[in-house]
C-alpha cells in the first residue's frame, strides 16, 4: 500500500489487523500521535486523513489505500508553530500534554467546521470526543477560541474568504 504522512508518501507491508495508530507510532515513529485508551475515548489520537479528523485507534492502516494523512509532527515546526499550537501555547492550553496533540487536531477541525468567531458552548460540546486528565479544560477552550481566530487572520479558514 501507499499511503503519504506529512507530505511523504510511505510504502506500508503491514497486517490486515494492524491500526494507524500503531503504524504510525511503531514503523513511522511520529510518536507525537498518543495511545490512551484504545477504545475510541480519549481523542489522543486524533490525526487528519484526507482532511478530516478521526481517532486513528479506530482505523486500520488496511483503510489507508492512497491516503493523505497529517500528524502532529506534520503541522507546523518549533520555529513556526501553527497558530493552533501557537495558541495553546500562548493560552496555557496544556498541563501534562498527554492529550495535547489530539486536542490541536480536534481544534483544527472545531475551526474547520465552525469558523474563526466559534463560541465556548460549540467547542466544548465538540470537544465530548476528547478526554483530559489534568481537567484543564477551561484553557483548552480558550485556546481553541483563540487558535480558531488565528487561523481565520491567517486565512486558513474557507469561512472567511
Ligand atoms: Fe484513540 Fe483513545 S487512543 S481514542
Ligand atoms: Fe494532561 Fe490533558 S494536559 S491529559
Not at 20 to 26: G, H, I, K, S
Not at 140 to 159: C, D, H, N, Q, S
Amino acid at each position: 500500500m501507499s499511503i503519504t504522512v506529512n507530505g511523504v508518501t510511505h510504502a506500508a507491508h503491514v497486517p490486515a489487523e494492524r491500526l494507524l495508530v500503531e503504524w504510525l507510532r511503531d514503523d513511522l515513529g511520529l510518536t507525537g500521535t498518543h495511545v490512551g485508551c484504545t477504545t475510541s475515548q480519549c481523542g489522543a489520537c486524533h490525526v487528519e486523513v484526507d482532511g478530516e479528523v478521526v481517532k486513528a485507534c479506530t482505523i486500520l492502516v488496511a483503510q489507508c489505500q492512497g491516503a493523505a494523512i497529517t500528524t502532529i509532527e506534520g503541522l507546523g515546526t518549533p520555529e513556526a508553530l501553527h497558530p493552533m499550537q501557537e495558541a495553546f501555547r500562548t493560552a496555557h492550553g496544556l498541563q501534562c500534554g498527554f492529550c495535547t496533540p489530539g486536542m490541536v487536531m480536534a481544534g483544527i477541525a472545531i475551526a474547520r467546521a465552525h469558523g474563526g468567531d466559534v463560541s465556548e458552548e460549540v467547542i466544548r460540546h465538540e470537544l465530548e470526543g476528547n478526554l483530559c486528565r489534568c481537567t484543564g479544560y477551561q484553557n483548552i477552550v480558550a485556546a481553541i477560541r483563540l487558535g480558531a481566530r488565528a487561523m481565520a487572520e491567517a486565512g486558513l479558514l474557507k469561512e472567511t474568504a
